[in-house]
Nanobody
Framework: QVQLVESGGGLVQAGGSLRLSCAAS????????MGWFRQAPRKGREFVAA????????FYADSVKARFTISRDSALNTVYLQMNSLKPEDTAVYYC????????????????WGRGTQVTVSS
């Protein structure tokens, strides 16, 4: 059974940092993109970042460029999201995704999802 388990969320003040982790089990995603999405209250799930299986190709939403960094350790089947200079508008549940088949920025093309981890940024 494939599982994606996120961790590292929490409450932080504006300007602070958090590092999210997503550990995959039950399957190796060495040749798949992995990504992060987020969903704020009363909003749809939006793309945050994605990384290729080699780690050499990354994509970011404009809203997080230069503040967030996605990375992965393929040997550990784990992807990370380092979030710096956090803003209140970054408050959301953050979801890990794996096994992409198509456009990276849409939820419909990802095959596996974690349950999410809450990130709350206070002003």
């Amino acid at each position: 059974q494939v599982q994606l388990v996120e961790s590292g969320g929490g409450l932080v003040q504006a300007g602070g940092s958090l590092r999210l982790s997503c550990a995959a089990s039950g399957r190796t995603f060495r040749r798949s993109f992995m990504g992060w999405f987020r969903q704020a209250p009363r909003k749809g799930r939006e793309f945050v970042a994605a990384i290729s299986w080699s780690g050499e190709i990354t994509f970011y939403a404009d809203s997080v460029k230069a503040r967030f960094t996605i990375s992965r350790d393929s040997a550990l089947n784990t992807v990370y999201l380092q979030m710096n200079s956090l803003k209140p508008e970054d408050t959301a549940v953050y979801y890990c995704a794996a096994e992409n088949e198509g456009v990276l920025t849409t939820t419909a093309t990802w095959g596996y999802w974690g349950r999410g981890t809450q990130v709350t940024v206070s002003s």
